[in-house]
């Protein structure tokens, strides 16, 4: 019978959402335009320097809670996931040098976004993360579902 489970226990569906925050800096440029037009896609974001951010990425994962232990997933396993995706490769980083999955990719939060859900979808449960959400700043937001 869909939905049931042992015991005659209907299966409960839940999400949990682990907030983690990092420093890292970047230079909105991409290989694959002049010079000029990354100036005119990426205006002031585009200088030669760089510029940082102090970024919050929410992982979420979902998944069905278990009947014995009460979790989706065990949280110390999601946190030292989180530490070997996020924190140990981008905290405190130039992301354009010292990231190599950026040195032909745009360094954009969308981008971000997809190099954190592609590593953290190889180093959890599989099917079970959901999305990840990352406020470059408090007024820009970015969503990825893995879509």
Not at 23 to 49: M, Q
Not at 67 to 72: D, E, K, L, N, S
Not at 111 to 124: D, E, P, T
Request: glycine share 6%.
């Amino acid at each position: 019978m869909p939905g049931s489970a042992m015991n005659g226990v209907a299966e409960r569906i839940g999400y949990i959402t682990r907030v983690q925050s990092f420093s890292a800096c970047h230079r909105l440029h991409s290989v694959h335009l002049s010079d000029e037009d990354n100036r005119k896609v990426y205006g002031k974001c585009n200088n030669l320097y760089g510029h940082g951010h102090n970024y919050k990425v929410e992982i979420t994962v979902r998944g069905k809670i278990d009947h014995i232990t009460g979790m989706i997933m065990n949280l110390t396993d999601l946190k030292r996931c989180i530490e070997e995706v996020i924190m140990i490769p981008l905290d405190h980083k130039n992301l354009d040098k010292d990231v190599p999955y950026f040195a032909n990719i745009a360094s954009t939060t969308e981008n971000l976004a997809v190099y954190i859900w592609n590593n953290m979808a190889k180093a959890i449960t599989p099917n079970v993360l959901h999305e990840i959400k990352i406020h470059e700043t408090d007024k820009n937001i970015i969503v990825y579902r893995g879509e």
